[in-house]
């Protein structure tokens, strides 16, 4: 199997662990917070790396700014996807954000000039559906999905401005290590996101509250959640990077995508949850396009 295959498949097992631990601590203090939280945890983390690893700032304005706007279209695209699912339906809304990797994979060909084979190329396609159908639950059958959502809009933004984060990415580490990459963009992602949550944890007070209901955890429980939630998406992203500068970026992006296929099985595994028999059909269809695309 190739490296950027497997690099990418990492991170979606990192980013598919992180989807759930942070829909859980949602149910315990709120979407709002679990995001600024996560998102400064994994600004700190690397910035220690930064330190630990002796780096420096880049000396050329040009990957500075590759860095920075790498940041701020993350920001865009978290903020997108939690307004996304703010307004639902989740179901629909996670399940196109998790196509990103299929956008990827277009936009590599087309700005990147990569190349896949016939093979690779069905593989790939057939592993998106395959994202799709494990992202939606089809409750009651496919009539009862509504994709007709202003949550729908905004699921559309946050698709788009992921796969536009795997392209930049891919740009920016050809003058930089993923180590200044990062520690820039997730210091202003971190910046932008804490600050947009707070505008709106101000006017929309009911958002940033405590959800009715949901199970009590100790603070002690809830930090360690949040810590470990930032400490996989830190995993996540360092994964993706060395599968970008290893394998083509379509081939990371498209693996990196799996992760609502990753939630699913630790779902299964560990929460007593039960698939749906289209969601089935949706892990067999990732299987079958796996193979496919690691087929030379």
């Known amino acids: 199997m190739p490296f950027g295959l497997l690099a990418g498949l990492g991170a979606a097992l990192a980013w598919g662990s992180l989807d759930l631990i942070t829909a859980l601590g949602s149910r315990v203090i709120g979407s709002l917070r679990v995001t600024a939280s996560m998102q400064l945890v994994t600004a700190v983390l690397f910035l220690a790396i930064f330190v630990v690893t002796g780096s420096s700032l880049p000396g050329d304005a040009r990957s500075f700014v590759l860095a920075a706007?790498?940041?701020?279209?993350?920001?865009?695209?978290?903020?997108?996807?939690?307004?996304?699912?703010?307004?639902?339906?989740?179901?629909?809304?996670?399940?196109?954000?998790?196509?990103?990797?299929?956008?990827?994979?277009?936009?590599?060909?087309?700005?990147?000039?990569?190349?896949?084979?016939?093979?690779?190329?069905?593989?790939?396609?057939?592993?998106?559906?395959?994202?799709?159908?494990?992202g939606i639950a089809f409750d009651g059958g496919l009539r009862a999905t509504r994709f007709a959502s202003p949550g729908v809009v905004f699921a559309l933004?946050?698709?788009?401005?992921?796969?536009?984060?795997?392209?930049?990415?891919?740009?920016?580490?050809?003058?930089?290590?993923?180590?200044?990459?990062?520690?820039?963009a997730r210091v202003l992602n971190a910046a932008i996101g804490i600050a947009a949550v707070a505008i709106l944890a101000r006017t929309a007070a009911a958002i940033g509250h405590r959800p009715v209901g949901g199970p009590a955890w100790s603070g002690g429980r809830i930090v360690g959640a949040i810590v470990l939630a930032g400490t996989l998406d830190v995993i996540g992203l360092i994964a993706f990077a060395i599968g970008l500068e290893t394998a083509p970026t379509w081939m990371v992006g498209l693996a990196a995508s799996f992760g609502p296929a990753v939630t699913?099985?630790?779902?299964?595994?560990?929460?007593?949850?039960?698939?749906k028999r289209m969601q089935w059909v949706?892990?067999?269809?990732?299987?079958?396009g796996m193979v496919c695309i690691a087929i030379p």
């Open 264 to 275: 699913i099985v630790v779902a299964v595994a560990f929460l007593g949850e039960r698939l």
């Open 282 to 288: 949706g892990l067999a269809g990732i299987l079958v």
């Open 157 to 184: 933004v946050a698709l788009i401005l992921f796969s536009l984060m795997a392209i930049t990415t891919d740009i920016a580490l050809e003058t930089m290590t993923w180590v200044q990459t990062y520690t820039i």
């Open 69 to 134: 706007a790498l940041g701020i279209i993350g920001a865009g695209a978290y903020l997108a996807y939690f307004t996304g699912l703010q307004m639902g339906p989740i179901a629909v809304v996670s399940g196109m954000v998790a196509a990103f990797g299929g956008l990827t994979v277009v936009l590599s060909v087309v700005f990147r000039g990569e190349t896949l084979t016939l093979l690779q190329a069905a593989g790939a396609t057939i592993a998106t559906i395959g994202v799709l159908l494990t």
